[in-house]
């Protein structure tokens, strides 16, 4: 299993080559204390810019059928290829995190939903993401693929394939829906839920 590695930067390996510069001049950013923070920053010798790297917000959407059932798509892009996911996706600057559901919901799936309660919210530090998972009633629209959505089809409580899910978050909000939804049913092994990749 590995271990994300927290770089000279403070940041994430994979993260670095993407904040090297001062967005506002250009200049080298530098990694080191700064009067009045609490830990070591990114900042900008040249201007002062400090860059704060925060983790993103994934939104996601288990839609249920009318007959209790969760629609999942098998995933057309990496990570995760050809296994299973609810939709989602990153929270864009000028939505509603409710909109967002709906949105990446309709784009990924073709279906239209309403977003009924929040199911929890899953921290994943590996990836630099908080994911929210929103229960959510479809209301219409046909399921549709995509380049990003080989198929998407409902599976039972009972038959969610867990050993196919593609992320660790997806695995735990499943599991939190099931075991409110469905208590009498067994919940994944804990040693199952550890995925070495993505969300
Ligand atoms: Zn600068």
């Known amino acids: 299993m590995s271990e994300v590695r927290f770089g000279q930067g403070g ?16 200049t080298a950013l530098q990694f080191g204390p700064i009067a009045g923070e609490e830990r070591d920053r990114l900042s900008c010798p040249g201007c002062g810019f400090i860059f704060y790297v925060n983790p ?18 098998r995933r057309g892009i990496p990570p995760g290829y050809n296994m299973w996911a609810q939709p989602g996706g990153f929270l864009e600057i000028d939505e509603t995190v409710r909109d967002a559901a709906i949105r990446e919901t309709l784009e990924e799936t073709g279906l239209y939903v309403e977003p009924v309660r929040i199911v929890g919210l899953y921290s ?54 099931l075991a409110r939804v469905r208590p009498d049913l067994p919940l994944p092994d804990p040693s199952t839920i550890r995925r070495n990749f993505g969300a």
């Open 124 to 177: 994943r530090v590996q990836a630099a993401v908080v994911v929210v998972a929103y229960e959510a009633r479809i209301v219409g629209g046909q399921p549709i693929t995509t380049y990003e959505s080989l198929e998407t089809r409902p599976y039972a409580p009972d038959q969610i394939p867990w050993s196919e899910i593609a992320f660790e978050t997806s695995v735990r909000a499943l599991r939190d829906w």
């Open 56 to 73: 993103r917000l994934v939104v996601t959407t288990l839609p249920i059928t009318e007959s209790g059932e969760v629609m999942l798509i």
């Open 11 to 26: 940041i994430p390996d994979w993260l670095e080559p993407n904040v090297r510069f001062c967005s506002r001049c250009g």
